[in-house]
């Protein structure tokens, strides 16, 4: 026997509203975080011996949707896109759109060239190269002899 899960007042199906309010998730941390982090690009970072390499998960964008700045320390990628299609027929007109962007930031580590970050998209990745740094060799310590 299967169960059928009613709303408080016995409907199967109730009102949107009611269903909206009874929610026992409505206005939790849980379901604010959620829905938000839902709308975030995945993202991987990968520290390799002369630089980093940051990979985001953003398919359906174009290159021309980016917007990438480096400022005091902290790296900004945002995107934006929008989309309206219209369809006029003899009996109806349709008309859809749609609309999507995120921003995200992100700390440059210390040891980075942020004038010299690399940007590449391709197959629904962005890829984007921080060079290093070179190292600071720290010398041994040498004495000097007073003549």
């Known amino acids: 026997m299967k169960l059928v899960k009613t709303n408080r007042n016995g409907n199967l199906f109730p009102s949107l509203l009611s269903n909206f309010f009874e929610n026992d998730n409505f206005l939790t941390n849980n379901w604010f975080e959620r829905d938000f982090n839902q709308s975030l690009p995945a993202l991987n970072?990968?520290?390799?011996?002369?630089?980093?390499?940051?990979?985001?998960?953003?398919?359906?964008?174009?290159?021309?949707?980016?917007?990438?700045?480096?400022?005091?320390?902290?790296?900004?990628?945002?995107?934006?896109?929008?989309?309206?299609?219209?369809?006029?027929?003899?009996?109806?007109?349709?008309?859809?759109f749609s609309y999507e962007s995120f921003i995200r930031s992100v700390q440059l580590p210390e040891n980075s060239i942020p004038d010299k970050i690399d940007a590449k998209y391709e197959d629904g990745i962005l890829k984007l190269m921080l060079p290093k740094k070179e190292a600071s060799v720290v010398k041994e310590k040498k004495e000097i002899k007073v003549g």
């Open 45 to 96: 970072v990968k520290e390799g011996k002369n630089d980093f390499a940051i990979d985001f998960a953003v398919p359906g964008f174009k290159k021309s949707d980016f917007k990438i700045t480096a400022e005091n320390g902290i790296l900004t990628i945002s995107a934006e896109k929008q989309e309206e299609k219209n369809e006029e027929k003899k009996h109806f007109t349709r008309k859809e």
